[in-house]
């Protein structure tokens, strides 16, 4: 029966005894995989719910000064991609070569749309000087010292001509005339804590997005050289497998991240 098998089936691999055995192989590898995945990401969500716990002030403030509407389109983009990955199967399994290529090309300008905006995004909050370290020192610094000469209750309405960022005007405005520790008081420090949440988190999401738009292209030439019979549609099942995880950690992240601090205003966003 084995060797029957290797006859009929050109993409079965030696060490298999049938199509069935090595399809099992496949999605039992992909998804240790994608528990180590799981874990890997998982460290992260407990660290930023701990710290969130502990400061929760800074990280509504420093949420509700980012991109909301990019973050949603995003969802919207990686959801749709879901789908379409998942049409890919379908298109594999019944053996339609040229439907599989053009889910395939979809699901890949789905995922580099997502990734178009996050490079928005982060051109962005560069210019606008939303990263920890120096620059947001230094921004900060900036407001606080055009505010501090001016009257409490004037702060409020006081208009900056140093041309500082939207935030840093808006967290000096919080924090003049308060001293660290008192209620009310917004910590800059703490509001970076989550800047690095916010872009180590992101970061190392993007770069998975990237590894799998490279498995979605090798798909692509894998197609085009008729390499996916119907017989072995469990190559693109395997990469949709990994395609959903990125999906569903992004789906953690976007509430995590930008809805943190959507009960506050957010000016200029």
């Not at 990401?41 to 002030?57: D, E, I, L, N």
């Not at 403030?61 to 990955?85: C, D, E, K, Q, R």
């Not at 660290?180 to 970076?192: A, C, F, L």
Request: charged share 10%; aromatic share 14%; proline share 3%.
């Amino acid at each position: 029966m084995s060797a029957s098998t290797h006859g009929h089936h050109a993409v079965l691999k030696h060490h298999f005894d049938n199509l069935e055995q090595q399809h099992s192989a496949e999605r039992l590898g992909m998804w240790f995989f994608l528990v180590t995945e799981v874990l890997f990401f998982s460290g992260m969500f407990v660290a930023y719910t701990v710290y969130r716990h502990w400061f929760p002030a800074e990280f509504q403030f420093a949420s509700s000064h980012l991109i909301l509407w990019i973050a949603g389109v995003n969802t919207a983009l990686l959801i749709t991609s879901s789908l379409t990955i998942t049409l890919a199967i379908r298109s594999a399994q019944l053996g339609q070569r040229a439907a599989l290529i053009r889910w395939l090309l979809l699901t890949f300008a789905l995922g580099a749309g997502f990734m178009g905006f996050k490079a928005l995004e982060y051109a962005t909050d560069v210019h606008e000087k939303l990263v920890p370290g120096r620059m947001f020192q230094e921004e900060y610094a900036s407001a606080v010292a055009e505010l501090a000469p001016v009257d409490p209750a004037a702060a409020g309405t006081f208009q900056f001509k140093g041309g500082q960022q939207h935030w840093a005007q808006d967290l000096a405005r919080r924090n003049n005339h308060l001293v660290p520790g008192s209620d009310g008081y917004v910590s800059p420090e703490r509001v970076q804590i989550f800047l690095c949440f916010y872009w180590i988190m992101t970061g190392i999401h993007g770069i998975h997005i990237i590894a799998g738009l490279g498995c979605i292209l090798w798909l692509v030439q894998q197609a085009y050289a008729g390499k996916i019979p119907k017989e072995n549609y469990s190559t693109v099942e395997v990469v949709s497998l990994y395609w959903h995880l990125v999906d569903m950690i992004w789906l953690f992240l976007m509430p995590l991240l930008y809805l943190a601090g959507a009960g506050l205003h957010a000016s200029g966003h």
